[in-house]
């Protein structure tokens, strides 16, 4: 759950402190089922309290959002989300065709941000007569169990089909449990058959997908519903009625498929193939928004994104909001060749992990960067952030005339250094077009083993002092890049020959100073002669 998606996007989001505060509160309303005892006797109970309500939802009608109810009808969800303990829970499971599982600890911000909204779920997917139960497992105190159901992490969702678990790959909102839910239970799919029916799931949706048929039996409807089962995020809705079409989407001709959003761009046409693979390709270009707002929530599925070209803007958020009109004119020039994406730069969560990619995890003030996941590259936008700058640098992006950007400290002073530091900046000038040979030290500041190599390579500095054709040189790999410095272990130690730069040879970090200078002088033989005496 809440998983990244690339090693070097792979972002860690910590829990809130506010979130574990919460949690005490979610945690009170919820009642103990081992008090209870009985898995049957707590579903006839629920399906007592449900009949004596006569709450009847439809398809259309997905849930109830009066202010004035929001209370009564979380504690009411609250008590529809069945507790399992270390007894129930392999019972639950294999009593119950479907089983939705949360499994959460206490201690776990994550944790209770997610349960009342599991919990609203749980109540949605009961009025609509959804024979899916969903249970919560605390796996701290239930350890044993909650292991036994492949639940080793907090929060974790696991749907159990016949006692089967598949992985959960929806959003966290308490509407994208419902709706992911009921697609991999039976229905993909909602029909709506009449125009008030229509203007009834308008009050409750804005983000939805409409088919438009003549009969729910052609080819075409075929591929609908399957790319309906297979889409995770989106409501598709099908009616065979122009009238009621009409509601949903301006000018639908039959057959007719489109997306709905809450944005600018309001509606988009699908003008491709009637195939499933079209259209999952169709919601998959246009499912986001023009500019996307990354928050906690969402942050997981902008990682996932298939489209590989992505531009990011940080700054605070009065900011954003002045810059979000101008950006989404921009994508809209843009559109299916990148994605756009917002991201407040005080949410240190969300911005920082970004941002230190360029070394400017300290920045306050607003940046806009790219990142090009098909060739592994990251652009910095380095001049003033304009409309027509960023136009440009998008521009720029697309027909690829931009730069990759590399980390680079200041250029430092080496004045009567023995051994030069090499930053970002310099590693052409010092390394691959120094006419000498060159010893190479690649270290970090968190690499234990790398003092113990840096004395090492001070000492042969000094034994080799006098070597007009040897250089002795540093660099830190945390805060420096180039595109021919390609080190994943640390401490490294490479030989850069004065007659092939390009082809730098590695040298043992473990080797005593005696036989690393031997190796040294060994080389030098190689390239011409000129060699220092053993130590």
């Not at 911000?109 to 599991?118: D, I, T, Y």
């Not at 419902?178 to 125009?195: D, Q």
């Not at 989404?328 to 911005?351: C, G, H, P, T, Y």
């Not at 697309?398 to 250029?411: A, E, M, R």
Request: aromatic content about 10%; glycine content about 4%.
């Amino acid at each position: 759950m809440y998983n990244s998606k690339f090693s070097s996007r792979t972002l860690l989001l910590p829990s809130i402190l506010l979130l574990l505060l919460t949690a005490a509160a979610v945690f009170s309303e919820i009642e103990d089922a081992d008090d209870l005892g009985d898995i049957d006797e707590l579903i006839a109970i629920d399906d007592e309290q449900e009949n004596g309500e006569n709450s009847h939802a439809t398809a259309a009608h997905f849930e109830s959002r009066e202010s004035g109810k929001k209370t009564d009808v979380l504690s009411r969800a609250q008590r529809v989300v069945l507790e399992l303990s270390g007894d129930t829970a392999k019972r639950a499971i294999e009593e119950n065709e479907y089983v939705l599982v949360l499994g959460y600890a206490p201690w776990c911000g994550r944790s209770a941000e997610l349960m009342p909204r599991f919990a609203e779920a749980a109540n949605v997917l009961k009025g609509l007569g959804s024979r899916v139960l969903l249970a919560k497992i605390d796996g701290d105190r239930y350890s044993k169990a909650a292991s036994s159901i492949e639940i080793r992490g907090f929060p974790t969702l696991l749907l159990f089909v016949n006692g089967t678990s598949r992985p959960y790959t929806g959003g966290f909102s308490s509407e994208e449990i419902v709706l992911w839910t009921r697609k991999k239970t039976g229905a993909p799919v909602i029909e709506i058959s009449s125009v008030a029916d229509a203007n009834e799931f308008l009050k409750q949706h804005s983000t939805y997908a409409v088919g438009l048929f003549d009969k729910f039996e052609e080819p075409d409807y075929g591929e609908f519903v399957k790319a309906a089962a297979a889409d995770n995020e989106v409501q598709f809705i099908e009616t065979s009625s122009t009238e009621v079409a009409k509601v949903l989407y301006p000018t639908p001709t039959k057959p007719f498929f489109g997306l709905v959003k809450s944005e600018p761009e309001h509606y988009t046409s699908f003008d491709g193939h009637f195939s499933s693979d079209e259209i999952l390709h169709f919601l998959e270009n246009n499912r986001f928004p023009l500019v996307t707002v990354m928050t906690e929530l969402n942050s997981a599925k902008v990682y996932s994104s298939t489209n590989k070209l992505q531009v990011y803007v940080f700054a605070e958020d009065d900011d954003l909001q002045k810059l979000l009109k101008p950006l989404q004119e921009i994508a809209k020039k843009f559109k299916s060749q990148m994605m756009f994406v917002a991201v407040d730069i005080r949410e240190e969560n969300l911005a920082k992990p970004f941002l230190t990619l360029f070394g400017l995890e300290d920045s306050e003030d607003a940046v806009v960067v790219s990142f090009d996941y098909n060739s592994n590259s990251k652009y910095l936008l380095e001049s003033d952030i304009t409309s027509r700058n960023i136009e440009e640098f998008c521009t720029g992006l697309v027909q690829g005339t931009l730069k990759p950007y590399y980390k680079s400290q200041t250029i430092p002073d080496n004045k009567n250094a023995s051994v030069l530091t090499v930053v970002g900046k310099t590693f052409d000038e010092l390394v691959i077009n120094n006419p000498a040979n060159i010893v190479l030290e690649v270290h970090t500041p968190w690499c234990i083993t790398c003092e113990a190599t840096t004395k090492h390579v001070e000492k042969m500095a000094k034994h080799f002092k006098g070597l007009d054709n040897l250089v002795f040189a540093r660099i830190d790999a945390s805060t420096n890049e180039h595109p021919k410095l390609q080190v994943e272990d640390y401490p490294t130690l490479l030989f850069y020959p004065a007659n092939d730069k390009s082809n730098p040879i590695k040298l043992s970090t473990k080797s005593n100073m005696k036989d690393l200078a031997a190796l040294i002088n060994k080389i030098l033989k190689t390239q011409d002669g000129a060699t220092k005496d053993e130590l």
